[in-house]
């Protein structure tokens, strides 16, 4: 994921106590892709091509439009593209992409009908409904810890992982991780921190420091990715502060909160092609 402003991470952060965690961020995320639509001067194959190129992540929200879930959009994507990966796609074949969906389920005449709809609140409720009742939907997040989210995430991914232990980094020093891939110790090479805070505390002092110390003892060749989440950060946005500018100087390979999962999940598969690393993603 590219740099965000540290306003925008502060804003994505979410109440862990709530019924759904990352609707904040996830409406966010979709007030972005009408916002940027709207500057279109025209919606056709053609302009709809450029965005995806420009904005690969956004696809899924376009997809949307047509009425395909994310789990439908990955079954239709493999049938006809051979792979699941949209962002690819989208930035290396945006053409190809926009046009197969057209044909197929009439992408441009739905993006455009659904930008010039003036949505109701009846509407929205309507469509919670639908949504809801749909076979394989979700809510994502209910009850979850940070750790039980991102660990479902590298499972379906295919890894292998390690949880709660130390790995080795320079000089054979260790220090300490959430989540390691394949495993700890000497064979880590993708290391993942944690952290959820609801409430302030010396424990988020900790953690900080945690993740300064996987910085400093990191290979070279080892990513380090650190997850934030819970409203409890809002009141030490000091020691947020220390960990986001460890990414802003390329000490550490990421920064994310649950909001910005579906970044994680791209940035951990191309640190995987990177790196080689063998996985058997899950259904």
Do not use: H
């Not at 047509?66 to 053409?95: D, I, M």
């Amino acid at each position: 994921m590219n740099l965000i402003p540290f306003d925008d991470f502060l804003e994505s952060l979410t109440d862990l106590g709530g019924v759904s965690r990352r609707d904040a961020g996830l409406l966010k995320q979709m007030k972005m892709v009408v916002n940027e639509l709207r500057k279109l001067d025209s919606v056709s194959a053609e302009s709809l091509a450029q965005f995806i190129r420009d904005f690969p992540q956004f696809f899924p929200a376009l997809a949307s439009c047509t009425g395909l879930g994310q789990e439908q959009l990955k079954n239709q994507l493999r049938f006809r593209f051979g792979t699941t990966g949209w962002v690819t796609l989208a930035k290396e074949r945006p053409s190809d992409l926009i046009n197969r969906f057209d044909q197929e389920f009439e992408l441009v005449q739905s993006v455009k009908e659904q930008l010039a709809k003036k949505w109701t609140f009846a509407d929205v409720l309507a469509e919670r409904s639908l949504w809801s009742r749909r076979t394989g939907s979700k809510a994502v997040g209910q009850g979850r810890s940070v750790e039980d989210e991102v660990e479902e995430m590298v499972r379906k991914l295919g890894f292998s992982y390690q949880m709660r232990c130390r790995f080795s980094g320079l000089g054979g020093e260790g220090a300490p991780c959430d989540l390691a891939i394949p495993t700890g110790g000497n064979t880590a090479q993708i290391v993942i921190a944690l952290k959820s805070n609801n409430s302030t505390g010396s424990k988020q002092g900790d953690a900080v420091r945690e993740i300064e110390d996987m910085a400093n003892k990191r290979l070279p060749r080892q990513f380090v990715f650190v997850v934030f989440d819970g409203i409890g950060w809002l009141s030490r946005q000091a020691d947020l502060r220390r960990v986001y500018n460890l990414w802003s100087s390329q000490r550490i390979d990421g920064l994310y909160s649950l909001a910005y999962q579906d970044y994680l999940e791209k940035d951990l598969v191309e640190a995987a092609n990177i790196l080689r690393l063998p996985r058997n993603p899950q259904p």
